[in-house]
Nanobody, 114 residues
Framework: QVQLIESGGGLVQAGDSLKLSCAASGRTFAMGWFRQAPGKEREFVAAMTWGGGNIYYADSVKGRFTISRDDAKNTVYLQMNSLKPEDTAVYYC??????????WGQGTQVTVSS
């Protein structure tokens, strides 16, 4: 069992930045972030493998979001720049494979106003 504790969501204006953090109690193959907007399915945002450090992004966030990690803290970060209203969603930290989460955080709300 891996527990994930997220932090860093909030309300910002379009063009602003936010940084999400996710501290894990253990490791699986990869950690990453998904998001779910109202009325939509949960979608993949970004992921990083622990071993090789391979990084993956959804096309919609490439060039704006950056995933990184702190090995000593077992923590993964999502730096979100140039935020858009369409980035508004509940963001979930995941631990599992690159695009399939086995364990999930509680979710943190990100709201981007226009």
């Amino acid at each position: 069992q891996v527990q994930l504790i997220e932090s860093g969501g909030g309300l910002v204006q379009a063009g602003d930045s936010l940084k999400l953090s996710c501290a894990a109690s253990g490791r699986t193959f990869a950690m990453g972030w998904f998001r779910q907007a109202p009325g939509k399915e949960r979608e993949f945002v970004a992921a990083m493998t622990w071993g090789g450090g391979n990084i993956y992004y959804a096309d919609s966030v490439k060039g704006r979001f950056t995933i990184s990690r702190d090995d000593a803290k077992n923590t993964v970060y999502l730096q979100m720049n140039s935020l858009k209203p369409e980035d508004t969603a509940v963001y979930y930290c995941s631990s599992g494979t690159v695009r399939v989460g086995t364990y999930w955080g509680q979710g943190t709300q990100v709201t981007v106003s226009s």
